[in-house]
């Protein structure tokens, strides 16, 4: 189920620019390199890491930004008619999934745990999401003149899920959640109302998705 997760998240850094053979491809070699990275995190190092943040989140973005580098289509980096934006459709649906995953997030960070540990995993990610959705809220409005960006809510509001992930069961007051979750998810509405733009204009790095804003640098902090 991790090793899924992991390919799932580097899928939405080259959505749209490769062929199903690609994908496969893409999909096949990163599951091989996922067990062996889980394996040196877990096994040999002995890192705790209860909601993958480092082995699902960071490991399966960096991986997907990697594949995006070779996978690179000029046509998205020279785009300028702005079809790499949602339209309302598109965001109405994506709202049906970012509230699936609110609602969800918390048994994915607490599967591994058990008895009060695994109470305090989801208790802790709940905490920690509603706190990430406040800070993506004001970081839209405040960035886009006093307007929601479906964009920056609808990503960064889960972020918090991606930090807390790798302590969510060992933090033990409120306040460690909340703080995380408004910490990543006002740095993860930064990375998609500038971050984007500047690495793609500066190294030439196209982000179908945003992986790196929702799951890189979060899982990073985390």
């Given at each position: 189920d991790f090793g899924a997760g992991?390919?799932?998240?580097?899928?939405?850094?080259?959505?749209?620019?490769?062929?199903?053979?690609?994908?496969w491809a893409m999909a096949t070699f990163e599951v091989f390199f996922y067990c062996m990275n889980e394996a040196i995190i877990v096994e040999?190092?002995?890192?705790?890491?209860?909601?993958?943040?480092?082995?699902?989140?960071t490991f399966g973005a960096f991986f997907g930004l990697s594949v995006a580098l070779f996978y690179q289509s000029e046509e998205?980096?020279?785009?300028?008619?702005?079809?790499?934006?949602?339209?309302?459709?598109?965001?109405l649906v994506s709202m049906v999934g970012t509230l699936f995953l609110f609602a969800y997030w918390p048994s994915f960070n607490g599967a591994l745990g058990s008895g009060a540990g695994m109470q305090r995993?989801?208790?802790?990610?709940?905490?920690?999401?509603?706190?990430?959705v406040t800070a993506s809220i004001v970081i839209s409005k405040f960035v886009h003149g006093g307007k929601l960006n479906m964009e920056i809510v609808l990503n960064a509001s889960l972020s918090g899920g991606v930090a807390v992930g790798s302590a969510a069961d060992i933090i033990t007051s409120p306040f460690g959640a909340m703080?995380?979750?408004f910490i990543t998810g006002s740095?993860?509405?930064?990375?998609?109302?500038?971050?984007?733009?500047?690495?793609?204009?500066?190294?030439?790095?196209?982000?179908?998705?945003?992986?790196?804003?929702?799951?890189?640098?979060?899982s990073v902090l985390g």
């Open positions: 992991a390919v799932l998240i580097s899928f939405g850094a080259i959505l749209g620019k490769c062929s199903l053979l690609q994908l040999i190092l002995g890192i705790y890491d209860i909601g993958g943040s480092m082995v699902i989140h998205a980096i020279e785009d300028k008619s702005k079809l790499n934006a949602g339209n309302y459709l598109s965001d995993a989801i208790i802790n990610t709940y905490l920690s999401i509603a706190c990430s703080i995380t979750g740095i993860s509405a930064i990375g998609f109302a500038f971050i984007s733009s500047f690495v793609k204009k500066h190294l030439k790095l196209h982000d179908t998705c945003g992986v790196h804003n929702l799951h890189g640098m979060p």
